[in-house]
């Protein structure tokens, strides 16, 4: 069988939180603590979970932004950390991002050619002509005209930058593409033109993507396997059509349960979780979910569970010492 | 003979004055709102649903302007009320609760300070007794260990009990109508479910008339009794939530519905999710005829020249300004 093309093993970041006098460091936030997950060639892998959960520091790590405080980040089967400059580089082509904020991810001193240019730039390909013949091909693959080239951001709407966006991290040919939110900023009726861009384009290249979202129904649409962060961990992961039919963790549970039902009048079996996402400064002792979760026992506050398969199959595993 | 309702808005145009003249956000809209009913406005950025909510509550920028149509409450022209009477109305009758509580929330008053202000305007409360409405209002809210909370600042508390605490002040004086500007829009899902079940016990509990503005169908679907569709400034379909959303008629409301993956539906399936072509229009732009012309697969050579009433189509009180609509017209 061959190495997953991206793998993060036991991967925790933490980032220093300073405060008081000269600045100095009075506690550690662990953003991502201890996530192992991977994603395999043409594999569309979703990261769900509430703001907190540390699902975009972990999309942040997976393509380099974030250099991971322990656990190792393995891309086709290489540690990352353990390459040299020129070898990283290399590899990290083969690993883009696409942003939330199609405003924010572009520069707006920029026209739209010099933005699509950057990445052939920055890693020395393709010049002259070659370049410039690559950069058309970028905008029409991702619905735009050579027009748009000459275009300032500002003059795009919402969901043609979000399109720049997605051109820009084509550029390198990659394998894999980390999306961050790429849907929730634009409108209802834009959402859709672009999520079926990506579902072509990972047709179209067989793609792998790991598509970080908080909209579970876009997650239940698009991915094939989905995996539930809950302050920095993951809790559970499974196929998506398995995960969608029968949640196994409390938390999932609750998740889907609290997503809006588009059908009117349909009477909910479940009453709505109480209580908020703690900060991941003050994470409760044992199983971060046990102050919320209506099933917790006494060693859920004691010790943490670990994530373990629950499935015959082997392929749904959860954190939870109920299951 | 039928009840008047709470809220009635007819024709309601309002324009901003912009440097390329005014322009109209809202343009011609219509609706009511009975006692303890729900009246979703739903729509996408710039369709006019906050303007015409902020009309009704008379809390438009400087820049706007209500240029025509009327705005009833219980009856009374509030468009013709005197300025301080107007004000009188604000934060007892009707109040507002918007979407990013800590830019409506005084950061540098404690909540309980805020809450009782409420009481102190109005002069429906003495201090000794604010303290016990507060008390009363923070748990009414399911904000947990209130005692504590009243003396907490803004700051410290989460969105979603920033949100509550935004409830609490709207509610304090026991309005009769409730605006809600995307209330939930800023909140994660778990945190939206408690606060969508929190104003349906609070209006099955005071009778409060709620206006909704959200641009999520779903949500819609959850909440609603009836619901406006709003497109470039106008009504393009209202009528009670299972007609508008089960039996669309406008082109617009069937793409939007469309556009959205229903549970259990994935691209495996092969199932491809409808695209509305283009964007939505700037209000800056004129558009003759309808303003969804331009986008809808259905429009015609009238639909260009003619700009569509809405009209009744199958259903109960239910109408569409289109002149093709799924169904045909009633």
């Not at chain 1, 959960?53 to 999309?59: M, N, R």
């Not at chain 1, 904020?101 to 002509?129: C, M, T, W, Y």
């Not at chain 1, 861009?197 to 290249?205: H, N």
């Not at chain 2, 004000?87 to 007892?92: E, N, Q, T, V, Y």
Request: aromatic share 4%.
């Amino acid at each position: 069988m061959t190495a997953p093309l991206l793998r993060a093993e036991a991967l925790s970041v933490e980032f220093p939180v300073r405060g008081g006098l000269f600045k100095r460091e009075i506690a550690r936030l662990r953003a991502v603590d201890g996530v192992s997950l991977e994603v395999r060639a043409g594999e569309v892998l979703g990261v769900v979970g509430e703001s907190g959960c540390g699902k975009t520091t972990l999309g942040r790590a997976m393509v380099g932004l974030h250099p991971p405080t322990s656990g190792r980040l393995l891309v086709e089967g290489r540690d990352v950390a353990t390459l040299g400059e020129a070898e990283r580089r290399l590899l990290t082509r083969d690993v883009q991002m696409v942003f939330q904020d199609p405003f924010a991810s572009l520069n707006p001193r920029k026209r739209i050619r010099q933005i699509l240019e950057v990445p052939f730039e920055v890693h020395g390909l393709a010049a002259g002509a070659e370049r410039e013949a690559r950069i058309r091909e970028l905008v029409e693959l991702v619905g735009l005209a050579p027009e748009h080239l000459d275009r300032w951001p500002h003059e795009l709407s919402g969901g043609q930058r979000q399109r720049i966006g997605i051109a820009r991290a084509l550029a390198l040919q990659p394998k894999v593409m980390v999306l961050d939110e790429p849907l929730s900023a634009l409108d209802m009726s834009i959402q859709s033109q672009v999520l079926n861009l990506l579902v072509d384009l990972q047709q179209r290249f067989g793609l792998s993507y790991v598509f970080i979202s908080h909209d579970l129904s876009i997650v239940e649409y698009l991915c094939d396997t989905v995996a539930v962060m809950y302050l920095g961990r993951v809790v559970e992961t499974a196929p998506a059509a398995a995960l969608f039919a029968a949640p196994r963790h409390p938390y999932t549970q609750a998740l889907l349960a609290a997503v809006p039902d588009p059908v009117p009048r349909r009477e909910r079996a479940t009453r709505p979780l109480e209580g908020d996402v703690p900060s991941p400064l003050e994470a409760p002792a044992g199983c971060a979910f046990h102050p919320r979760c209506p099933l917790a026992q006494p060693r859920c506050r004691e010790s943490v569970p670990e994530l373990r398969v629950i499935d015959t199959a082997g392929l749904q595993r959860a954190a939870c010492h109920l299951l | 003979m039928t009840a008047e309702p709470l809220l009635q808005v007819d024709g309601l145009v309002t324009s901003f004055r912009t440097p390329r003249g005014q322009v109209r956000a809202v343009d011609g809209v219509s609706l009511s709102v009975a006692r303890g009913q729900t009246v979703c406005i739903a729509g996408e950025s710039g369709c006019g649903k906050s303007v015409t909510a902020l009309s009704v509550m008379g809390l438009l920028p400087d820049s706007a302007r209500v240029d025509g149509g009327a705005i009833r409450f219980n009856g009374v022209d509030v468009l013709a009320l005197p300025p301080a009477e107007r004000r009188g109305l604000r934060g007892r009758s009707m109040a507002m609760i918007f979407q990013e509580p800590m830019t409506a929330l005084n950061p540098v008053l404690t909540i309980g300070h805020q809450i009782a202000e409420v009481f102190a305007i109005h002069g429906t409360a003495g201090r000794r007794e604010a303290r016990e409405k507060v008390l009363a209002l923070l748990r009414q809210v399911k904000i947990s260990d209130p005692e504590r909370r009243y003396d907490a600042w803004p700051h410290q508390l989460s969105g979603g009990m920033k949100q509550r605490v935004m409830i609490a002040m709207a509610l304090a004086n026991r309005p009769e109508l409730l605006i809600a500007d995307e209330p939930t829009t800023a909140l994660d899902v778990t945190i939206q479910a408690q606060v969508l079940h929190l104003l349906r016990e609070l209006q099955r509990e005071l009778g409060t008339g709620i206006v909704f503005v959200t641009h999520d169908l779903a949500v819609v679907a959850e909440i609603a009794d009836r619901v406006v569709v709003m497109y470039g400034g106008r009504v393009v379909e209202q009528g009670g939530v299972v007609d508008v959303l089960e039996r669309p008629a406008h082109p617009y409301t069937l793409g939007l519905l469309a556009a959205r993956p229903r549970p259990g539906q994935t691209r495996h399936d092969g199932h491809r999710l409808n695209v509305i072509p283009g964007s939505v229009p700037s209000p800056l732009v004129r558009i003759e005829g309808c303003r969804y012309q331009a986008r809808c697969p259905r429009a015609q050579a009238r639909c260009r020249e003619e700009v569509p009433a809405l009209a009744p189509v199958a259903g109960d009180e239910h109408a569409a300004a289109c002149h093709f609509p799924e169904g045909g017209l009633a």
